[in-house]
Nanobody, 118 residues
């Protein structure tokens, strides 16, 4: 089994910054892609950013230039630095990892609330 523990959410004013962390532990041989999703009230979960094992990144258009995803492979941890936050960034943020093992299993974190006040 794999456990994902997220941290770093909270309440911040518009224009502020937060840094999310997600640490994976358990039966991990190797992690392929790590990423962040978010879900606002009444909306579907959407992709925010992804990073490959080699460090290639993909961002949603809505966060390009404001958010930065990074990872520490030695710690099995992914980060999301969020700058210039906007009220529309308010959501529950979930991390997601895909393992490099048979079937490429996918694991999700429990979610962390990010609230941006105007």
């Amino acid at each position: 089994q794999v456990q994902l523990v997220e941290s770093g959410g909270g309440l911040v004013q518009a224009g502020g910054s937060l840094r999310l962390s997600c640490a994976a532990s358990g039966s991990i041989f190797s992690i392929d892609t790590m990423g962040w999703y978010r879900q606002a009230p009444g909306k579907q979960r959407e992709s925010v950013a992804h990073i490959s094992k080699g460090g290639n990144t993909i961002y949603a258009n809505s966060v390009k230039g404001r958010f930065t995803i990074s990872r520490d492979n030695a710690k099995n941890t992914v980060y999301l630095q969020m700058n210039n936050l906007k009220p529309e960034d308010t959501a529950v943020y979930y991390c997601r990892v895909v393992l490099l093992s048979f079937g490429r299993p996918v694991y999700w974190g429990q979610g962390t609330q990010v609230t941006v006040s105007s």
